[in-house]
């Protein structure tokens, strides 16, 4: 019995394994090409137990931050990169020059690609960025370009300086290098890759069994090619926008006017409010998020003081130490639940590790006492 049950497990193994290099695209790479790239991709899916537990559905995070420079960007940085080397603009172990506007995780995918497959990453980053992400892209080796803060009222300084810098490069007759400034947010292949390879994954791991799919949205290139490709398979999937306090996005989905923008009849305004998660929520509407729209049935607002509930409640009942962009989405992945009803399957994306969070969000996470409840998370 155990030979035979040995067989079905290698059996079972080799099957899954060929599902999921044949669908990601990411990972069908030459064998001597198997670089750290190779494992970009095909994450795992995991049920968070507590939160299924108390709404009587079944929630599960895609484990994204599993990437092995630890966030979704991942495939985006990776995507970025071969299609411009498609395009003859960037050439591998050249040190070819990778130049990017961002706060943080792209950054750090940027830089960890640029190691690996023989290039320069440069990255224009807002100094009020957490010093654990600078630290990080300094061992990496990155070159850094500090910008004034840029809290998600204004982040145009910093995309302006990549493009800026990237230019320089191109225009210097003295410089042999090629540069791209890769723009995430404007960047078409961004969604594409999500639509390509995360919402295929989605799809496969919860076997066609998926009623909601909840994000937040940074560039929206991961809500975007998600949910296109889940309303493929099946319209009747709800796509829900979580958003951070202070960004336009969720008014512009609910009543179709960015209120807090900084646009607003015609005046400049500076926001009231601002919020301590990174990597979501903004007041411009960028080429990826505007592919997101029409799939967006509805957002949801979390506050701050929710999300830093969030992440303590599942660090401590779920062992889930996660960033601020995934607590927002499972703070909307409850009240979604209670709204809809037990027995929906509900995915959300975990982008990233509260270790990247340490001395921003998770500084003031850490004082929550541990036995907080999920009434004291929603009532705020
Ligand atoms: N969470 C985190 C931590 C991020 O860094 C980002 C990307 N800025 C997102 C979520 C949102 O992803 P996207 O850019 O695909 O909307």
Redesign the pocket.
């Known amino acids: 019995a155990s030979i035979i049950s040995a067989f079905i497990i290698i059996y079972e193994l080799h099957k899954q394994i060929k599902a999921g290099r044949s669908n990601s695209g990411l990972t069908t790479l030459p064998p001597k090409s198997r670089g750290v790239e190779s494992l970009i991709g095909n994450t795992p899916l995991i049920e968070i137990k507590s939160l299924s537990k108390i709404t009587g559905c079944k929630i599960y995070g895609k484990l994204e931050l599993c990437n092995p420079a630890g ?3 991942d495939r ?1 940085a990776l995507a970025i990169i071969r299609a411009n080397e498609r395009l003859g603009k960037i050439k591998p172990n050249t040190g070819d020059v990778i130049f990017e506007g ?5 950054g750090i995918s940027f830089a960890v690609l640029a190691n690996a497959l023989g290039y320069e990453a440069h990255i224009c980053l807002p100094d009020d960025t957490s010093p654990e992400k600078l630290q990080l892209l300094k061992a990496l080796g990155a070159t850094i370009h500090p910008v004034k803060p840029a809290s998600i009222v204004d982040p145009q300084q910093y995309t302006n300086a990549a493009r800026e810098g990237a230019r320089k490069i191109n225009d210097d007759p003295n410089d042999e290098r090629r540069a791209i400034f890769a723009d ?1 947010f404007e960047n078409d292949f ?1 969604w594409r890759i ?1 639509y390509n390879t995360t919402g295929p994954e989605i799809w496969r791991q919860t076997e066609g069994e998926v009623d909601v799919f909840i ?9 975007a090619g998600v949910s296109k490709y889940l309303h493929e398979q099946n319209s009747d999937i709800k796509v829900i926008l979580a958003d951070p306090q202070g960004s336009g996005l969720a008014n512009r989905v609910n009543y179709g006017v960015m209120y807090d923008s900084v646009e607003r009849e015609g005046t400049r305004r500076r926001h009231q409010v601002d919020t301590l998660v ?3 929520g903004l007041n411009r509407l960028t080429w ?2 505007k592919q997101a729209e029409q799939q967006i049935d509805e957002a949801i607002r979390v506050t701050d003081r929710q999300a830093l509930k969030m992440a303590k409640y599942l660090c401590i009942n779920d062992g889930l130490f996660w ?4 607590a927002i989405n499972c703070v909307a992945a409850v009240k979604t639940a209670l709204k809809y009803g037990p027995g929906q399957k509900i995915v959300v ?1 975990a ?2 590790s509260g270790a ?1 969070h340490l001395s921003k969000f998770w500084k003031v996470a850490s004082d929550i006492p541990n036995d907080i409840t999920m009434n004291e998370i929603l009532q705020e």
């Open positions: 966030s979704a960007k985006v961002t706060s943080g995780s792209t995430q961004n999500h994000n937040g949205s940074g560039t929206g290139g991961t809500i990174e990597g979501i990826n998020f960033g601020s962009s995934a994306i982008c990233d990247r």
